[in-house]
């Protein structure tokens, strides 16, 4: 098992910049794959970005350019680092961790809200 918490969240005006952070614990050694999705209201979870254990990094269209996901693997960390915000990034980001090379994403953490607003 592996457990996720994240931090970071918070209220951000449109063109400002936040960080999100995970922790895993537990089965760590098992870990591959470990990303951010997002959950709008009235919206299906997506993916945001994610990175795989060698270091390749996947990216949604709408966030490319603007947003960095980095891992380090001695710290048991992912974060999310989060420019050029826009209202329509609002919502509860989660972190997502998964052992498996193919398969979705099975480990969660509860999620922290991002709201960008002036």
């Known amino acids: 098992q592996v457990q996720l918490v994240e931090s970071g969240g918070g209220l951000v005006q449109p063109g400002g910049s936040l960080t999100l952070s995970c922790a895993a614990s537990g089965s760590i050694s098992s870990i591959y794959g470990m990303g951010w999705y997002r959950e709008a209201p009235g919206k299906q979870r997506e993916l945001v970005a994610d990175?795989?254990?060698?270091?390749?990094?996947t990216y949604a269209d709408s966030v490319k350019g603007r947003f960095t996901v980095s891992r380090d693997n001695a710290k048991n960390t992912v974060n999310l680092q989060m420019n050029s915000l826009k209202p329509e990034d609002t919502a509860v980001y989660y972190c997502?961790?998964?052992?498996?090379?193919?398969?979705?994403?099975?480990?969660w953490g509860p999620g922290t809200q991002v709201t960008v607003s002036s």
């Open positions: 997502a961790a998964k052992a498996a090379i193919i398969g979705p994403y099975n480990y």
């Open positions: 990175i795989r254990s060698g270091g390749s990094t």
